[in-house]
């Protein structure tokens, strides 16, 4: 058995690369889905068909537990995955399978609160908000997940999302260092004429924006802390697996990159990220 790991593309290997850091031993499937990658410009119903195909994929590939890597994906398509498809789907192959997200794990971090916190009573808002800004995909701005569930969470932050519609083709395709720089300092200062003034925290809440991290945190003024969704993954995912013993992650190291797409080596700025060259199979 094995933990499979899914995005639309190469975004999700800074998942993966935190919950490889994590779970050492444990046995991983990485899938892309670069023949369709990006979804973040999708239709909510793609965005569900698709993440529905890649997560068939990886339990026919012999994961138990599939995790979205994909900001997208999970704010588009897991809960009508797991409230529709997925119950008929375990029942059929009759063995323990699940699909987690990163968002539950990233609000939880962002909050300071276990999503078990949800409150049953309106919170009490404060005047000062330490105010959160949020870069993504359009498709991840316009469901709101960040917004509502963190404003039913806290009274003391007020979260702005800034789309950025180009950025994630931008890194799958190896874009330049001036090009990404330029892209990226023109959403940091979308996103502050928009506040009124740069955000206090900020969450990179599209995986592939982690890969270039340093250009957001060479845009932000100095300092501004970077919720890290991959560590708050990795240790979300495993502390699941401590407390679901049925969801077998393996324990030969076991690492297999696959693709819909071309398969063969990653471009540079993976390779960068990575610390080696990162070449994908064909699925
Ligand atoms: N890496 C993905 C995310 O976290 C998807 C980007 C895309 O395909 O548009 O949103």
Redesign the pocket.
């Known amino acids: 058995m094995a933990i499979g790991v899914f995005?639309?593309?190469v975004?999700?290997l800074s998942v993966h690369h935190a919950l490889v850091r994590r779970l050492p031993t444990a046995d991983f499937v990485y899938l892309a889905d670069q023949a369709h990658?990006?979804?973040?410009?999708?239709s909510g119903e793609d965005i569900v068909n698709l993440t529905q195909a890649g997560c068939e994929r990886l339990f026919d590939q012999g994961c138990s537990l599939v995790v979205l890597?994909?900001?997208?994906?999970?704010?588009v398509a897991l809960r009508r995955l797991q409230q529709t498809w997925l119950p008929t789907y375990r029942g059929a192959k009759a063995r323990p399978l699940n699909i987690l997200g990163?968002i539950v794990p990233t609000i939880e971090a962002a909050t300071g609160l276990p999503w078990t916190h949800e409150p049953t009573q309106p919170v009490e808002k404060v005047e000062h908000v330490d105010v959160l800004g949020i870069f993504?995909?359009p498709?991840?701005a316009a469901s709101r997940v960040y917004e509502i569930e963190i404003d039913k969470r806290s009274g003391d932050v007020a979260v702005f999302s800034e789309a950025c519609p180009t950025l994630?083709?931008q890194i799958?395709a190896g874009a330049g260092e001036e090009e990404l720089r330029a892209a990226v300092e023109a959403h940091v200062a979308s996103l502050s004429r928009r506040i009124g003034r740069p955000p206090d925290r900020a969450i990179l809440?599209?995986?592939?924006?982690e890969i270039i991290a340093a250009l957001f945190r060479a845009a932000l003024p100095v300092g501004t802390p970077l919720i890290h969704q991959p560590d708050a993954t990795a240790e979300a995912i495993a502390l699941y697996l401590r407390r679901h013993a049925q969801y077998d992650p393996g324990s030969s190291g076991g690492r297999l990159f696959l693709t819909t797409g071309a398969a063969g080596l990653q471009n540079g700025l993976v390779e960068q990220f990575w610390g080696s060259p990162v070449s994908f199979d064909a699925a």
């Open positions: 995005d639309s593309g975004g999700g990658t990006p979804y973040g410009g999708r890597a994909c900001n997208t994906a999970a704010a990163i993504c995909t498709a991840t994630a083709r799958e809440g599209c995986t592939h924006y």
